[in-house]
């Protein structure tokens, strides 16, 4: 089944606790992103990926990390959260030129 | 200014009517726009795709897309209980298509 697949799906944390987001895609997809949603503010895209080791800022990249060092993974680090991180984030991947497929998203709290 | 614009509604309407969401956006150089469907602790899902000005229908779905007016359209017809869900415009470039800009999300509640 073509999915993208977020872990872990509920954390909370406390701030300044590194952390890492897991996100693994099976659909070959060169673009992969990461987005952030807030009540009124809709989607906004913190880091895209066009490839392996092309990695880019989006709208809101302050306090995040992301690798892509392999196709199908984009791992999402906050090294030092803040409170206010604490957001619901997805991770997304797309064939240029075409739509994008979300994973189910993962809610983070930091106290 | 946002680069789209988005009503968050909430929008409530009775079982049968017709749903109307729409989006306006302000870059001319959108030309990919899709419409998402996420229900309540769920991931977007993808509704709608097009890329030219004009409608496209799928079942009881319509997409409409004026590049001139910068506006796009989605139609609900013969609402569902099961449509109750927020409801995303999303639109990206042809040469920077690595970046998706997305709507605020409309609110839509359909009553039994």
């Known amino acids: 089944e073509a999915q993208v697949t977020q872990n872990p799906r509920y954390l909370i944390t406390v701030t300044g606790k590194k952390l890492t987001v897991t996100c693994s895609q099976n659909?070959?997809?060169?673009?992969m992103s990461w987005y952030r949603q807030d009540p009124g503010l809709g989607l906004r895209q913190i880091y895209y990926s066009m490839n392996v080791e092309v990695t880019d800022k989006g709208d809101v990249p302050e306090g995040y990390k992301v690798s892509r060092k392999e196709k199908r993974n984009f791992p999402l680090i906050l090294e030092s959260p803040s409170p206010n991180q604490t957001s619901l984030y997805f991770c997304?991947?797309?064939?240029?030129?075409?739509?994008?497929?979300f994973g189910q998203g993962t809610r983070l709290t930091v106290v | 200014q946002k680069e789209v614009e988005q009503d968050p509604g909430p929008l409530s309407v009775p079982e049968g009517a017709i749903v109307s969401l729409n989006c306006t956006y302000s870059n001319s150089a959108f030309q990919y726009f899709m419409w998402y469907r996420q229900y309540s602790r769920k991931g977007p899902e993808l509704l709608m795709y097009?890329?030219?000005?004009g409608n496209k229908e799928d079942g009881r779905f319509t997409a409409q897309v004026d590049k001139s007016s910068k506006y796009i359209s989605l139609f609900i017809r013969d609402s569902q209980p099961s449509d109750s869900a927020t409801y995303l415009c999303?639109?990206?470039?042809?040469?920077?298509?690595?970046?998706?800009?997305f709507g605020a999300g409309t609110t839509v509640t359909v009553r039994a």
């Open positions: 999303a639109m990206s470039e042809v040469t920077n298509d690595y970046k998706l800009s």
């Open positions: 659909m070959n997809h060169e673009y």
């Open positions: 997304a991947s797309r064939p240029r030129g075409r739509e994008a497929f």
């Open positions: 097009t890329y030219s000005s």
